[in-house]
């Protein structure tokens, strides 16, 4: 499985935006760039995927970068419901199973 | 609709007893998927099952395992239990297989080994 590479925390103030980055230098045509959050004593949340367009839904935006080895997470007005982790994640195209691998994800902290 | 239920929320079991989770995933999802959290190793994914078949597994011993009924429930029973398997326990549905989709987790079942 190709490999992520995320800041372990990161620091916002409430009502700016946030931008999450993600690195995957290894990342193969394939594969689709997935996002998570797990907020404190829940299960992880789906945010957010995409494969090469960036993307828009009702959470957030993601970002892709042009030779797609990078990504960002962009919450576009954070609130104390947005600390969290969150989680950067590739799943293979030809891999038909459900299989999520989660890395350690970058801790966001929401000042209010 | 009803989310991802897990049950029980809590256990408290002994060393080297056995221990059975449930999962109800959404209604109208077949895949059921099954993952350990520690705070030493994260997340790890243990086993995923689809249509009552185990379609794929994790580096996690024998003593872990699954089954998944025709209704899509599922449970995982761990055996022989030891004190690191001390974990919360989480299981995820998704409607369909393939990474163009999401998967829906529960809150997840907090195993205490003592």
């Known amino acids: 499985d190709a490999k992520t590479t995320q800041p372990n925390s990161m620091e916002s103030n409430e009502e700016e935006p946030v931008h999450l980055p993600c690195n995957h230098s290894?990342?193969?045509?394939?594969?689709?760039i997935h996002w998570y959050r797990q907020l404190p004593s829940q299960g992880p949340e789906y945010v957010i995927h995409g494969l090469t367009s960036n993307v828009n839904n009702r959470m957030a935006s993601l970002a892709i970068a042009e030779d797609r080895k990078s990504s960002t997470l962009i919450l576009h007005r954070a609130t104390l419901r947005d600390a969290a982790v969150y989680y950067c994640?590739?799943?293979?195209?030809?891999?038909?199973?459900?299989?999520?691998?989660f890395g350690s994800g970058t801790r966001l902290l929401v000042r209010p | 609709k009803a989310g991802v239920t897990q049950t029980p929320r809590y256990l408290i079991k002994t060393r080297g007893q056995q221990v059975t989770l449930s999962c109800s995933p959404i209604?109208?999802?077949?895949?059921v998927s099954w993952y350990q959290q520690t705070p030493g190793q994260g997340l790890q994914f243990l086993f995923e099952?689809?249509?009552?078949?185990?379609?794929n597994k994790g580096n996690f011993p024998g003593r872990f395992s699954g089954r998944q009924f025709s209704n899509s429930r599922s449970e995982m029973n761990v055996s022989t239990l030891e004190l690191g398997d001390s974990a919360l326990y989480l299981c995820?549905?998704?409607?369909?297989?393939?990474?163009?989709?999401?998967?829906?987790f529960g809150q997840g079942t907090r195993l205490t080994v003592v």
């Open positions: 994640i590739l799943r293979d195209e030809e891999d038909s199973s459900y299989k999520l691998i």
């Open positions: 209604s109208g999802h077949r895949s």
């Open positions: 995820a549905s998704s409607g369909t297989r393939g990474p163009n989709t999401e998967a829906f």
């Open positions: 290894t990342i193969s045509g394939t594969d689709y």
């Open positions: 099952y689809f249509s009552e078949t185990q379609r």
